[in-house]
C-alpha cells in the first residue's frame, strides 16, 4: 500500500509569496500554512465514511458516549456527542456577522443529557456568543410565498423527570466591557406580510405543573444600577399607525386546576435601592393619536368562581415603612387637561352591583388609624377642585344616596364617632361641622341649604330633624340644638328664619312652625323656651323687637289667623303654669318699656276693630279665674299701679257692640260721669267729693 510519511514537528515559518507549507505536528495531525503566516488544519482523524454520512471528527463509533461529530446528510442534521465539550463555536467563513445557518428547515440546538442515579436525565446548557459588540441574533426564517408564516423560534426547557422541576431558561447579555454598556436583550416578534398579515406573537410562558407541583414563575427583572439608577422594565402593547386601536398589554397569573388551589398572583414592584428612593410602579394607559382617546388603565380583581366563589378583590395601598418613616401615600387622580376649555379628567368609585334582593357593594373612605402612644387618626378630606388661576369659581361637592329603579332612594349618613376609653374617662365625641365658603370682598358668603327630598305625587314630604346629642347612659344631659346666625366683623349680625313652607292646590293648609321645649322627669322643671331679640348697641342702640304675627287672612274674605300664648297645665295638685307678658326695665334714668295687647285694625272700607281680651281662666269643678290688674293694696301714696279706662269730654253717644255678658265703660270728663253701656242705653253715675 502506497503510503506518504511526514515527520511531527513544530510549525515551519511562512512559505514564500504563491506557495503553501504542508507539515504536522506533535498531536499528530496535518496542517497547512499559506503564505500569508494562516494555519488550518487538513486532517480529520480516524472514523468511517458511509455514503449517506461524512465523519469530520470522532474517537469513538458514533454510538456511545466517547467524542463525536458527524453530520447525517440524509436528516441534514449536524451531530455532536461529547462528555468533555463545554463550548461550540461557530466562525462563519465570510465577512464578519455574515450568516452560520441559512436553509428552510429548523436549527435545533440540544445540551447534551447526562445519565446518572442521583440526578436522573440531565441536560446541559448552551451559550452562544461571539467576540463583537453585534452580539447574537437568532432569525426564523422569513417567508417569501404569499400566505406563509414567517419561521418560529421557540426556547423550550426540558421537562423534569417524575418529582425534579422543569428546566429553567435564562437568557443573558455579554458584560460591558471597563466602560462599556453591557449588552442589550431583545425579544422581537416578526413583522406581518407587507400587506395584511399580523405581526408575531412573543410568548412567555412559564412551565405547567403535571400533578401537584406549582407551577413556573416568569420573572422580568430590570438591571441593578450602582451609581445612576436601576434599569427600566417597558411593557408596551404594539400601535396601529393607521386608523384603528391600539393593542393592550395583559399579565396574566397562572391558573390553578386543583380544587383547594389558588392561581398565582401577579406582582409588579418597582426596584429596591439602599439609600434613595425605591423604584416607582407606573401602570399607564397607551398613548393616541393626535386626536383619539388615550389608553385606559384598568385594575380589576379576579372573576369569581363559575358557581359561587366571590370575585377578587383591588387594593391600592401605600408602602409600609419597616423601621421608621411615614406610610406611603396613595393617590387616585384624573388627568390634567391641556389646551383651551377643557375638562380635568375624573375620577369615580363606584361599589359593584349586586343581584337579586342583596346589598350593593359598600364604598368606605376611612383614614389611618393613630399611633398607639396618643396619636391622632388621619382624616378624610373630600375636597373638590380648585378653581382657575384667575377667576373660575371652585368645584362642587355633591354627596349624593343612591338611585332606585324601584325602591326607596339611598339615605345619606354623616356620623362623628363615639368616644372610646380604656385609660382615661372623659372622652369628646367627634364633632359634625358643616362651614359653608367664605366670600371675598363684596360677594355673599355660601349658604348652607338642607332640604329633605321631595315627596311622590300623593305622599308627604321629608322631614328635616336637627336634634342633639342624647345626654350619658346615667346622668349626662342632652346636647343643646343651636341655630345660630353669621357673626359679623363689620356688619349686620346674621338672621335666622325659621319658616313653614306655603300651601299649594285647592284648600291645602299652610306649612306649621313649632317649637316645643322638652319634657321633665322627676320634680324636675321641662325646658325654658326663650324667645329673645338682640340685645342694642353699646352706644344707646334700641333693643331689637321681638314679633310674633299670626298669618293674614286669604283673599277676599279669609279670617286672619290667631296668637294664641297658653301657660301649660298641671297634673295631680300642681298649679298652672303662669302666662306672663313683661316690658323692659328702662334704664338708670330712661324710661321703662309699655307692654300692650292690642286688636287687631278693621277693614279698610268699614270692618270692626278687633278685641283684646283679657280673661280668667274656666273652671272645672270651681270657681272661674279672676281679671287682676295692678299689684293689689300698696301706699296711699303711691304714682302707679292704676286701673286706667278711656274717656270722653261729654256723654257717650255711640252704640258699642258688647262681647257676650260684657258692658262698655267709659268716663265723662267734662261732668264727672262714668257711664256704662247696657246693650240698650247708656246709663251712668256721677262721680263727686261727696
Not at 409 to 422: L, Q
Not at 649 to 676: E, H, W
Amino acid at each position: 500500500m502506497a503510503q506518504t510519511v511526514i515527520k511531527e514537528g513544530a510549525a515551519p515559518s511562512t512559505p514564500s509569496t504563491g506557495y503553501v507549507s504542508l507539515y504536522a505536528k506533535a498531536d499528530g495531525l496535518l496542517y497547512s500554512k499559506d503564505d500569508a503566516g494562516v494555519e488550518t488544519l487538513v486532517s480529520g482523524g480516524a472514523g468511517p465514511v458511509e455514503p449517506a454520512k461524512q465523519v469530520v471528527y470522532g474517537t469513538g463509533t458514533g454510538t456511545t458516549s466517547s467524542d463525536h461529530l458527524q453530520f447525517d446528510l440524509a436528516a441534514d442534521t449536524l451531530q455532536i456527542q461529547t462528555a468533555s465539550l463545554h463550548t461550540l463555536q461557530f466562525h462563519a467563513l465570510g465577512a464578519t456577522g455574515s450568516d452560520i445557518f441559512s436553509g428552510s428547515n429548523d436549527l435545533r440546538l440540544s445540551g447534551g443529557t447526562s445519565y446518572s442515579a442521583t440526578l436522573g436525565s440531565h441536560r446541559n446548557s448552551i451559550s452562544m456568543g461571539n467576540n463583537s459588540a453585534t452580539g447574537v441574533t437568532i432569525f426564523g426564517w422569513d417567508s417569501s410565498s404569499a400566505g406563509t408564516n414567517g419561521g418560529l423560534i421557540g426556547l423550550t426547557a426540558g421537562a423534569g423527570n417524575t418529582t425534579g422541576a422543569g428546566g429553567a431558561i435564562t437568557l443573558t447579555t455579554g458584560a460591558g466591557g471597563t466602560t462599556g454598556n453591557a449588552g442589550a436583550l431583545s425579544l422581537s416578534g416578526g413583522n406581518g406580510g407587507t400587506t395584511s398579515g399580523n405581526g408575531g406573537d412573543i410568548s412567555i410562558v412559564a412551565g405547567n405543573a403535571v400533578t401537584s407541583g406549582e407551577g413556573g414563575d416568569v420573572t422580568i427583572t430590570a438591571g441593578i444600577g450602582v451609581v445612576s439608577r436601576g434599569g427600566i422594565v417597558f411593557i408596551n402593547g404594539g400601535t396601529n399607525p393607521f386608523a384603528g386601536t391600539v393593542n393592550a398589554v395583559q399579565i396574566s397569573g397562572g391558573s390553578a386546576t386543583n380544587a383547594g388551589s389558588n392561581g398565582s398572583s401577579v406582582t409588579i414592584t418597582g426596584g429596591s435601592h439602599t439609600t434613595n428612593n425605591g423604584g416607582s410602579v407606573t401602570v399607564k394607559g397607551g398613548t393616541p393619536g393626535s386626536t383619539a382617546t388615550g389608553g385606559a388603565a384598568t385594575l380589576q380583581g379576579g372573576q369569581g368562581g363559575s358557581t359561587s366563589g366571590t370575585g377578587g378583590a383591588v387594593l391600592v395601598e401605600g408602602g409600609t415603612s419597616p423601621l421608621d418613616g411615614d406610610g406611603g401615600g396613595a393617590t387616585l387622580r384624573g388627568g390634567q387637561a391641556v389646551g383651551t376649555s377643557r375638562a380635568g379628567g375624573a375620577v369615580t368609585i363606584t361599589g359593584g352591583l349586586s343581584t337579586t334582593a342583596t346589598t350593593g357593594g359598600l364604598i368606605t373612605i376611612q383614614g389611618g388609624g393613630g399611633g398607639t402612644a396618643g396619636g391622632f387618626g388621619g382624616g378624610v378630606v373630600i375636597s373638590a377642585g380648585s378653581g382657575g388661576t384667575t377667576s373660575g369659581s371652585g368645584g362642587q361637592l355633591t354627596l349624593q344616596g343612591g338611585s332606585p329603579t324601584d325602591g326607596d332612594g339611598g339615605n345619606i349618613v354623616i356620623t362623628g364617632r363615639s368616644a372610646a376609653t380604656t385609660t382615661a374617662t372623659n372622652r369628646t365625641g367627634g364633632s359634625v361641622t358643616i362651614t359653608a365658603g367664605a366670600s371675598t370682598l363684596a360677594g355673599t358668603a355660601g349658604a348652607i341649604n338642607i332640604t329633605s327630598g321631595t315627596g311622590g305625587t300623593t305622599s308627604i314630604g321629608g322631614a328635616t330633624t336637627i336634634s342633639g346629642g342624647a345626654g350619658g347612659s346615667t346622668s349626662g344631659n342632652g346636647g343643646a340644638a343651636i341655630l345660630q346666625g353669621g357673626t359679623a366683623t363689620n356688619g349686620s349680625g346674621g338672621a335666622i328664619q325659621v319658616t313653614g313652607r306655603n300651601a299649594t292646590g285647592g284648600n291645602n293648609i299652610g306649612g306649621t312652625v313649632t317649637i316645643t321645649s322638652g319634657t321633665g322627669t322627676g320634680t324636675a322643671s321641662g325646658g325654658a323656651l326663650t324667645i329673645q331679640a338682640g340685645a342694642g348697641g353699646t352706644t344707646s342702640g334700641t333693643g331689637a323687637t321681638v314679633s310674633i304675627l299670626a298669618g293674614a287672612g286669604g283673599a277676599p274674605g279669609g279670617t286672619g289667623g290667631s296668637i294664641v300664648f297658653t301657660a301649660g297645665s298641671a297634673s295631680g295638685t300642681g298649679p298652672g303654669g303662669n302666662a306672663q307678658i313683661t316690658a323692659g326695665s328702662g334704664g338708670t334714668t330712661g324710661t321703662p318699656g309699655i307692654a300692650t295687647l292690642t286688636g287687631g285694625a278693621g277693614g279698610s272700607t268699614s270692618g270692626d276693630g278687633g278685641n283684646a281680651t283679657i280673661r280668667g281662666g274656666a273652671a272645672i269643678s270651681g270657681d272661674d279665674g279672676n281679671v287682676v290688674a295692678g299689684r293689689g293694696t300698696t301706699s296711699t301714696t303711691r304714682d302707679g299701679d292704676f286701673l286706667q279706662i278711656p274717656t270722653s269730654a261729654g256723654p257717650p253717644t255711640g252704640t258699642p257692640s258688647n262681647s257676650s255678658g260684657m258692658v262698655s265703660i267709659v268716663y265723662d270728663t267734662t261732668n264727672n260721669r262714668l257711664y256704662v253701656w247696657t246693650g240698650a242705653a247708656w246709663r251712668y253715675r256721677s262721680i263727686d267729693n261727696t
